[in-house]
């Protein structure tokens, strides 16, 4: 699977959009990227994922690169329970999550 | 019920203890996961079963024993562990889908102290 590349840590205001990136630029063809987040002491949490095009649920928008090298997390409208552990994903298969360090992000009153 | 339940919460056992974690899912999920995560550490992937089966094996020390006796059930047997396994054990499951793109659902997971 594909490794991936996120800042260590992001500050974003409360009320404001909180945009995440993360790179993947060896990812292949049949590999997914998913965004999963890790609220303190609980469990990881799905956010997202999304294969070539941009996908949008209740929680966040994921915007990834015309060549899928790299992709963005938006939360539109970040609340103080938006901070948390963000970990970018890539894998072919769902089963095999391999978790890299994650950007903790920070939402600021 | 989208809820993956993890007992205990918390556990403490000496070197010598036999224990075991259990994890329970409602959700007719045929994939079921334990990790294991370390103190400021991602989530480290330990085992799957798909369909009940061991699938997959993350080289894991023998003193951590998984089974998984029904589809809604998972728990993982330890015994002899080590100080350093103390960690938080993770459990999570998903459906199985070919060529991937589902969600894990992940419990709250259990914190392990070995002394």
């Known amino acids: 699977d594909a490794k991936t590349t996120q800042p260590t840590s992001m500050d974003c205001a409360e009320g404001r959009a909180a945009n995440l990136p993360c790179n993947h630029s060896t990812i292949s063809g049949n590999e997914y990227v998913y965004w999963y987040r890790q609220i303190h002491s609980q469990g990881p949490q799905y956010i997202i994922h999304?294969?070539?095009n941009n996908e949008t649920n209740e929680m966040a928008s994921l915007i990834i690169t015309e060549d899928r090298k790299s992709s963005t997390l938006i939360l539109p409208h970040a609340t103080l329970r938006d901070t948390a552990v963000y970990y970018c994903i890539v894998s072919q298969g769902a089963q095999k999550l391999v978790f890299g360090q994650g950007t903790r992000l920070t939402i600021n009153p | 019920d989208t809820e993956v339940t993890q007992t205990p919460k918390h556990l403490v056992m000496g070197m010598t203890n036999k224990k075991s974690l259990k994890c329970e899912q409602h959700?007719?999920?045929?994939?079921m996961y334990w990790y294991k995560q370390k103190a400021k550490k991602p989530p480290e992937l330990m085992f799957v079963?798909?369909?009940?089966?061991?699938?997959i094996n993350e080289s894991v020390p023998s003193r951590f024993s998984p089974e998984c006796p029904n589809s809604s059930l998972l728990n993982l047997h330890l015994h002899a562990l080590q100080p350093e396994d103390s960690a938080l054990y993770l459990c999570?499951?998903?459906?199985?889908?070919?060529?991937?793109?589902?969600?894990?659902?992940f419990g709250p997971g259990t914190r392990l102290t070995v002394t």
């Open positions: 959700m007719g999920h045929r994939a």
């Open positions: 999304g294969l070539k």
């Open positions: 999570a499951s998903s459906p199985v889908v070919a060529g991937g793109g589902y969600e894990q659902y």
């Open positions: 079963y798909s369909y009940e089966k061991l699938s």
